[in-house]
């Protein structure tokens, strides 16, 4: 069983704060993970993937991934309002497909 | 670079009656498309797999025969939903693969409502 964890939220954070998103997955031979944002409405948007242990940023988001913890979150610094969105992490476990979490709702206070 | 289109992006037909969505990468071969479905407050959920030039693998419980999928070409991958009934409206998203497949860019999605 491919699982993909969420905390479902929702996440509140005023503007210009740090919101940390947060993903567990079960497979341990997952080799690849993304982050998607989802607006109401909308289709998923990929924001970043990773492949490595470690920290990546790209602008004022940072994802980072513990693989033999079986864990992946994403930061976005200085949120903003236009962050308020759901936020899917997937998982690729090596065939072509993804596994995706229910999501996180973040919503950032103005 | 890596977009991907969708016709139409809302439909209401009636039931019992066929509808055909497409979903094109613009500006990128495709070897792989991903159908979806994803009902309201609920994440998505994978219905099918095609790749360009044989047949989709379906996901477990999603009727074959019911909902069939085509990738004629490199950029195009049709989903046609057949004699469709009020339970089966959902917002209908897809994605196509990259070079490095599991890298998914998704279609702006296809809003579905059966009467």
């Known amino acids: 069983q491919k699982e993909v964890e969420q905390n479902s939220g929702p996440l509140s954070v005023p503007e210009g704060a740090i919101a940390s998103l947060n993903c567990t997955y079960s497979?341990?031979?997952?080799?690849?993970f993304f982050w998607y944002r989802q607006y109401s409405g909308k289709s998923p948007e990929l924001i970043m993937f990773?492949?490595?242990?470690g920290d990546k940023e790209d602008g004022r988001f940072t994802a980072q991934l513990n693989k033999a913890s079986q864990y992946v979150s994403l930061l976005i610094r200085d949120s903003q309002p236009s962050d308020s969105a759901t936020y899917l992490c997937?998982?690729?476990?090596?065939?072509?497909?993804?596994?995706f979490g229910t999501g996180t709702r973040l919503t950032v206070i103005p | 670079g890596a977009v991907v289109s969708q016709h139409p992006s809302w439909v209401i037909c009636k039931s019992g009656t066929s509808v055909k969505i497409e979903c094109r990468s613009l500006?990128?071969?495709?070897?792989?498309m991903f159908w979806y479905r994803q009902f309201p407050k609920q994440s998505l959920m994978l219905m099918a797999t095609?790749?360009?030039?044989?047949?989709?693998?379906?996901e477990q419980g999603v009727e074959k025969d019911k909902f069939l999928i085509n990738h004629a070409s490199l950029t195009l991958s049709t989903l046609t939903v057949t004699s469709a009934h009020p339970e089966d409206s959902s917002f209908y998203i897809c994605?196509?693969?990259?070079?490095?497949?599991?890298?998914?860019?998704f279609g702006p999605g296809t809003r579905l409502t059966v009467t």
């Open positions: 994605s196509a693969g990259s070079r490095r497949a599991y890298e998914q860019y």
């Open positions: 497979d341990r031979g997952s080799q690849s």
């Open positions: 990773i492949y490595s242990n």
């Open positions: 997937a998982v690729n476990p090596g065939a072509n497909n993804l596994f």
């Open positions: 500006d990128f071969q495709a070897t792989t």
């Open positions: 095609s790749n360009e030039g044989s047949k989709a693998t379906y």
